[in-house]
């Protein structure tokens, strides 16, 4: 089962402040592997980002939410590893 991915509006702003070639195989990443099994490849977050999953394509995360009934990935947030949860 292949998930559809959607974006929220701000990850377009992310991805203007990464190299475009960086980008390109991040989204290419996105709809390949994580759009497939986005539980597998991910790993959940706590705390403050509990509910939310994280998926790592170095050196930057990818944060995103997993909805199951309409089998739909949501991506807020891509941004370098040490940047992503600011």
Same mark, same amino acid.
């Given at each position: 089962m292949v998930y559809k991915v959607s974006y929220k509006g701000s990850v377009e702003k992310d991805l203007r402040h990464i190299d475009?070639?960086?980008a390109k195989r991040i989204i290419s990443a996105i709809e390949n592997k994580l759009a497939e099994t986005p539980r597998k490849l991910g790993e959940p977050l706590y705390g403050e980002w509990q509910g939310y999953w994280k998926f790592y394509v170095k050196p930057y995360?990818? #944060?995103y939410e997993t909805?199951?009934?309409d089998e739909t990935v949501r #991506?807020?947030?891509i941004a370098h590893r040490k940047d992503v949860y600011r």
């Open positions: 475009p070639k960086q995360r990818v #944060i909805f199951d009934h #991506i807020y947030r």
